[in-house]
């Protein structure tokens, strides 16, 4: 929300010195009624067309900023045929909603990489999630290996173990 504001203060910014500019050369009192105006109705919509896009997926062509993220953990995903694939994906601390163009292959892929991270207790990953590519060579989509699991009890050289000991006999 702190980019939408600065981003906004730029805007309305420039518009204002635009505005000015304007009206310094603008002589006549009907013309600069209607830069005045036109410049009052600019500003509450150049600052709610982008709030009013808070809360919808964001083409990945559009993700400029974070172009270089090299892996993001796939939160949800949702796939509307023949429409797009929307992807909530995390890689620093705020998850975003992403868009993808709709792709057979690529939904088969992420399918079959989900399907994996859930046999696994894991999460499903996507590499480059906003870098166009036509590299097929290695999947987007994968799933982290299953997690080590805990040595068992008494396998230290140091640990005996248990041992048995028999109620009738002495050691």
């Known amino acids: 929300m702190l980019e ?11 518009s204002l010195l635009l ?11 009907l013309a600069r009624i209607t830069i ?29 900023l974070n ?22 994906l995390l890689w620093q601390s705020a998850p975003g909603l992403y868009k993808l163009p709709w792709d057979r292959d690529t939904a088969e892929e992420l399918q079959s990489a989900m399907r994996d991270a859930e046999r696994n207790g894991t999460s499903p990953m996507m ?7 036509w590299d097929r060579q290695e999947p987007r ?16 050289r140091q640990d005996p173990g248990l041992r048995f000991e028999h109620p009738g006999r002495s050691a």
């Open 36 to 64: 005045v105006g036109l410049f009052a109705i600019m500003l509450p919509a150049a600052y709610a067309a982008p709030a009013s896009l808070l809360g919808k997926a964001k083409p990945v062509t559009l993700e400029w």
């Open 4 to 14: 939408l504001t600065y981003l906004f203060v730029f805007v309305a910014t420039v």
């Open 19 to 29: 505005v000015l500019v304007a009206l310094r050369w603008t002589r006549g009192g």
């Open 127 to 133: 590499r480059l999630p906003f870098e166009q590519t």
């Open 141 to 156: 989509f994968y799933a982290l290996p299953q997690p080590k699991l805990p040595d068992k009890p008494g396998m230290d």
């Open 67 to 88: 172009g270089a993220v090299q892996e993001a953990s796939i939160l949800s995903a949702t796939m509307v045929e023949g429409e797009a694939i929307y992807l909530t």
